[in-house]
Protein backbone atom coordinates (compact mmCIF):
# COMPACT_ATOMS: atom_id res chain seq x y z
CA UNK A 1 0.00 0.00 0.00
CA UNK A 2 2.95 2.35 0.82
CA UNK A 3 4.52 1.76 -2.62
CA UNK A 4 1.30 2.94 -4.36
CA UNK A 5 0.82 5.65 -2.41
CA UNK A 6 4.31 6.91 -3.25
CA UNK A 7 3.43 6.52 -6.95
CA UNK A 8 0.13 8.01 -6.53
CA UNK A 9 1.87 10.93 -5.01
CA UNK A 10 4.53 11.14 -7.66
CA UNK A 11 1.83 11.03 -10.55
CA UNK A 12 -0.09 14.11 -8.54
CA UNK A 13 3.26 15.80 -8.15
CA UNK A 14 4.13 15.42 -12.18
CA UNK A 15 0.77 16.67 -13.02
CA UNK A 16 1.05 19.67 -10.42
CA UNK A 17 4.53 20.58 -12.51
CA UNK A 18 3.25 19.97 -15.45
CA UNK A 19 -0.09 22.44 -14.68
CA UNK A 20 2.71 25.07 -12.94
CA UNK A 21 4.29 24.56 -16.61
CA UNK A 22 1.27 25.15 -18.61
CA UNK A 23 0.00 28.15 -16.59
CA UNK A 24 3.35 29.75 -16.76
CA UNK A 25 3.50 29.42 -20.75
CA UNK A 26 0.07 30.91 -20.89
CA UNK A 27 1.04 33.71 -18.39
CA UNK A 28 4.13 34.43 -20.49
CA UNK A 29 2.40 34.49 -24.14
CA UNK A 30 -0.30 36.35 -22.65
CA UNK A 31 2.64 38.85 -21.53
CA UNK A 32 4.19 39.13 -25.07
CA UNK A 33 0.64 39.88 -26.41
CA UNK A 34 0.62 42.43 -24.40
CA UNK A 35 4.08 43.66 -25.04
CA UNK A 36 2.85 43.35 -28.64
CA UNK A 37 -0.13 45.37 -28.35
CA UNK A 38 1.31 48.23 -26.61
CA UNK A 39 3.91 48.57 -29.17
CA UNK A 40 1.35 48.76 -31.82
CA UNK A 41 -0.80 51.18 -29.69
CA UNK A 42 3.02 53.04 -29.18
CA UNK A 43 3.48 52.89 -33.01
CA UNK A 44 0.24 54.00 -33.55
CA UNK A 45 0.67 56.89 -31.51
CA UNK A 46 3.78 57.92 -32.92
CA UNK A 47 2.22 58.00 -36.22
CA UNK A 48 -0.60 60.10 -35.17
CA UNK A 49 1.86 62.51 -33.61
CA UNK A 50 4.26 63.10 -36.16
CA UNK A 51 1.12 65.03 -37.92
CA UNK A 52 1.76 67.71 -34.87
CA UNK A 53 4.23 70.64 -35.31
CA UNK A 54 5.83 69.87 -31.62
CA UNK A 55 7.64 66.70 -33.08
CA UNK A 56 11.55 66.25 -32.13
CA UNK A 57 13.94 63.29 -33.26
CA UNK A 58 17.62 63.27 -33.57
CA UNK A 59 20.37 60.75 -33.63
CA UNK A 60 23.89 60.57 -34.92
CA UNK A 61 25.68 57.79 -35.69
CA UNK A 62 29.43 57.47 -36.75
CA UNK A 63 31.80 54.06 -36.83
CA UNK A 64 34.69 52.49 -38.69
CA UNK A 65 36.46 49.32 -38.12
CA UNK A 66 39.99 49.50 -37.87
CA UNK A 67 43.18 48.31 -35.56
CA UNK A 68 41.16 48.22 -32.26
CA UNK A 69 38.04 46.62 -34.57
CA UNK A 70 34.69 48.08 -34.96
CA UNK A 71 34.42 51.54 -32.89
CA UNK A 72 31.44 54.10 -33.01
CA UNK A 73 29.92 57.31 -31.18
CA UNK A 74 25.73 57.36 -31.07
CA UNK A 75 23.50 59.78 -29.84
CA UNK A 76 19.97 60.39 -29.70
CA UNK A 77 17.86 63.25 -28.29
CA UNK A 78 13.60 62.58 -28.07
CA UNK A 79 11.10 64.28 -27.33
CA UNK A 80 10.38 63.32 -24.12
CA UNK A 81 13.06 64.65 -22.92
CA UNK A 82 15.43 61.56 -23.05
CA UNK A 83 18.94 61.76 -24.03
CA UNK A 84 21.08 58.96 -24.69
CA UNK A 85 25.01 58.12 -25.04
CA UNK A 86 27.49 55.50 -26.54
CA UNK A 87 30.64 55.64 -27.36
CA UNK A 88 32.84 52.22 -28.62
CA UNK A 89 36.67 52.19 -28.39
CA UNK A 90 38.39 48.76 -27.95
CA UNK A 91 42.07 51.33 -27.65
CA UNK A 92 43.59 50.06 -24.44
CA UNK A 93 40.64 47.89 -23.83
CA UNK A 94 38.21 50.30 -23.14
CA UNK A 95 34.28 49.20 -22.40
CA UNK A 96 31.89 50.49 -23.87
CA UNK A 97 30.72 53.59 -22.17
CA UNK A 98 26.64 53.99 -22.18
CA UNK A 99 24.83 57.05 -20.64
CA UNK A 100 20.97 58.09 -20.43
CA UNK A 101 19.61 61.19 -19.09
CA UNK A 102 16.53 62.81 -19.25
CA UNK A 103 16.64 66.86 -19.90
CA UNK A 104 13.72 69.58 -19.64
CA UNK A 105 12.28 71.49 -22.50
CA UNK A 106 14.84 74.15 -22.20
CA UNK A 107 17.49 71.99 -23.14
CA UNK A 108 15.63 70.54 -26.10
CA UNK A 109 14.87 74.00 -27.50
CA UNK A 110 18.34 74.56 -27.24
CA UNK A 111 19.25 71.69 -29.09
CA UNK A 112 16.78 72.42 -31.45
CA UNK A 113 18.35 75.99 -32.29
CA UNK A 114 21.26 74.51 -33.12
CA UNK A 115 19.68 72.60 -35.73
CA UNK A 116 17.44 75.59 -37.21
CA UNK A 117 20.67 77.72 -37.32
CA UNK A 118 23.12 75.36 -39.40
CA UNK A 119 20.15 75.48 -42.09
CA UNK A 120 20.84 71.59 -42.45
CA UNK A 121 17.30 70.91 -43.74
CA UNK A 122 18.46 72.70 -46.61
CA UNK A 123 20.71 70.63 -47.77
CA UNK A 124 21.11 67.05 -49.32
CA UNK A 125 23.49 64.09 -49.15
CA UNK A 126 23.11 63.20 -52.99
CA UNK A 127 26.94 64.16 -53.85
CA UNK A 128 28.31 63.57 -50.43
CA UNK A 129 30.87 61.05 -50.52
CA UNK A 130 29.45 57.27 -49.65
CA UNK A 131 30.39 55.39 -46.64
CA UNK A 132 33.21 53.22 -47.13
CA UNK A 133 35.09 50.33 -45.16
CA UNK A 134 38.49 52.80 -44.96
CA UNK A 135 36.95 56.18 -44.06
CA UNK A 136 33.91 54.15 -41.87
CA UNK A 137 30.31 56.10 -42.12
CA UNK A 138 28.20 58.17 -40.29
CA UNK A 139 24.34 58.81 -40.29
CA UNK A 140 22.12 61.62 -38.86
CA UNK A 141 18.61 62.07 -38.55
CA UNK A 142 16.42 64.70 -37.45
CA UNK A 143 13.16 64.61 -37.77
CA UNK A 144 11.37 68.44 -36.37
CA UNK A 145 8.11 69.90 -36.75
CA UNK A 146 7.20 68.42 -40.31
CA UNK A 147 10.29 68.09 -41.85
CA UNK A 148 12.29 64.77 -41.73
CA UNK A 149 15.83 64.27 -43.20
CA UNK A 150 18.40 61.22 -43.24
CA UNK A 151 21.77 61.81 -44.69
CA UNK A 152 24.62 59.01 -44.82
CA UNK A 153 28.29 59.29 -45.57
CA UNK A 154 31.72 58.78 -44.81
CA UNK A 155 33.52 60.38 -41.98
CA UNK A 156 35.07 63.45 -42.38
CA UNK A 157 39.29 63.06 -42.33
CA UNK A 158 40.42 66.45 -42.28
CA UNK A 159 38.91 70.16 -43.32
CA UNK A 160 40.27 69.89 -46.90
CA UNK A 161 38.57 66.40 -47.64
CA UNK A 162 35.69 68.69 -47.09
CA UNK A 163 36.86 71.64 -49.62
CA UNK A 164 37.90 68.63 -52.55
CA UNK A 165 34.05 67.48 -51.78
CA UNK A 166 31.36 67.82 -54.64
CA UNK A 167 29.27 69.70 -52.12
CA UNK A 168 32.01 71.51 -49.91
CA UNK A 169 29.07 73.87 -48.53
CA UNK A 170 26.71 70.77 -47.44
CA UNK A 171 29.34 68.67 -45.80
CA UNK A 172 30.51 72.04 -44.13
CA UNK A 173 27.40 72.62 -43.02
CA UNK A 174 26.96 68.65 -41.74
CA UNK A 175 30.61 69.00 -40.09
CA UNK A 176 29.69 71.97 -37.76
CA UNK A 177 26.40 70.77 -36.65
CA UNK A 178 27.72 66.90 -35.46
CA UNK A 179 30.74 69.62 -33.76
CA UNK A 180 28.50 71.70 -32.33
CA UNK A 181 25.95 68.90 -30.65
CA UNK A 182 28.90 66.70 -29.76
CA UNK A 183 30.13 69.72 -27.65
CA UNK A 184 26.70 70.40 -26.07
CA UNK A 185 26.18 66.55 -26.08
CA UNK A 186 29.14 65.77 -23.67
CA UNK A 187 29.39 68.93 -21.95
CA UNK A 188 25.95 67.82 -20.48
CA UNK A 189 26.83 64.38 -19.88
CA UNK A 190 29.98 65.69 -18.08
CA UNK A 191 27.76 67.86 -16.21
CA UNK A 192 24.95 65.18 -14.88
CA UNK A 193 27.28 62.47 -14.19
CA UNK A 194 30.10 64.92 -11.99
CA UNK A 195 30.78 63.04 -8.69
CA UNK A 196 32.02 65.92 -6.92
CA UNK A 197 30.38 69.00 -7.77
CA UNK A 198 32.15 72.03 -7.62
CA UNK A 199 30.92 74.98 -5.15
CA UNK A 200 32.01 78.83 -5.22
CA UNK A 201 32.64 79.76 -1.84
Same mark, same amino acid.
Given at each position: MEKKSEKSNKKENNNKEDNNKENNYKENNNKENIIINENIIEKNNYTKHNESNDNFYLRYNAGHKGEYGYEFIEFEFTEDGRVRYANNSNYKSENLIRKEVYVNDIILDEVKKII?????? /?? /??????????????? /????IYKKQHIFFSTCKIGTFADIKNSKDPVGLEILYYLVSDLKCFLLTLMNMHFKIKPVFKN
Open positions: VNSKIF /EQ /EDKKWPRPNNILGSQ /ELEI
